[in-house]
């Protein structure tokens, strides 16, 4: 079974500061990959996702990431991380046609103003 | 438009009682998922809902753990005999279709904490 892990618990940075996630997945087949973010009070939501195609993923508010297949790599990455940014962010993956997603631990990311 | 609902928003309640949670997914949305979400930790698959039939129930982790879905909208998770170690944050998804390609749009939870 496929199993994820976010390598930073906490992560905390100044605002205008680069942002670099670490997601590394394990299994051996074609994977989707999904980035998710949790706001402080609100529920989890979609911020990219890679199905196939272009290996450099861009989502929403600034977010990209990028799948490494030689690597089992998905990290999220954002150039200048703004005091909004503050959230949990999951990295998740499964299977093509497969309904269990699993979930990394997520990272706890503060950001300064 | 709405988005996923689930109630109550939180859950007090006693070892060794019954609850029910209760999930309404996007109007439309065939595909419901069902995650445990306990602290420190991801989401946790549970259990799949396509339309009105449980697809998937590998992830519940004893049979104390039930969810039905009877008209292919509303889901209910039912948990028997709860245990102390059943607290935690019990996330609803829905999805147009059929899971895998389709985006997952979660609902707020429902924090459950079992004394």
């Known amino acids: 079974a496929q199993s994820v892990s976010q390598h930073n618990h906490h992560v905390i940075l100044s605002e205008a500061a680069s942002l670099e996630l670490g997601c590394n997945y394990s299994y051996g087949g074609t994977v989707n990959l999904f980035w998710y973010v949790q706001y402080p009070g609100q529920h989890l939501q979609l911020l990219l996702k890679?199905?196939?195609?272009?290996?450099l993923v861009k989502g929403i508010k600034g977010f990209e990431a990028e799948f490494i297949k030689s690597k089992f790599s998905f990290n999220l990455r954002k150039p200048s991380v703004q005091w909004s940014d503050t959230a949990e962010y999951f990295c998740a993956v499964n299977a093509p046609n497969n309904n269990d997603m699993r979930f990394g631990a997520g990272t706890r990311l503060t950001v300064k103003p | 438009g709405a988005g996923v609902s689930q109630t109550p928003s939180n859950k007090v309640t006693e070892k060794g009682k019954y609850v029910e949670l209760r999930c309404d997914p996007i109007?439309?949305?065939?595909?419901l998922y069902w995650y445990r979400q306990s602290l420190g930790q991801g989401p946790e698959f549970l259990i799949y809902?396509?339309?009105?039939?449980?697809?998937?129930d590998s992830g519940l982790p004893n049979d104390r753990f039930f969810a039905v879905r009877p008209e292919g909208s509303v889901s209910t998770l039912k948990i028997q005999r709860t245990e102390r170690g059943d607290s935690a944050v019990y996330l609803c998804a829905s999805s147009p279709q059929r899971g895998g390609l389709e985006t997952q749009y979660f609902g707020p939870g429902t924090r459950l904490l079992v004394l």
């Open positions: 109007s439309g949305h065939t595909a």
């Open positions: 890679y199905f196939s195609g272009d290996p």
């Open positions: 809902f396509q339309g009105t039939g449980a697809a998937d």
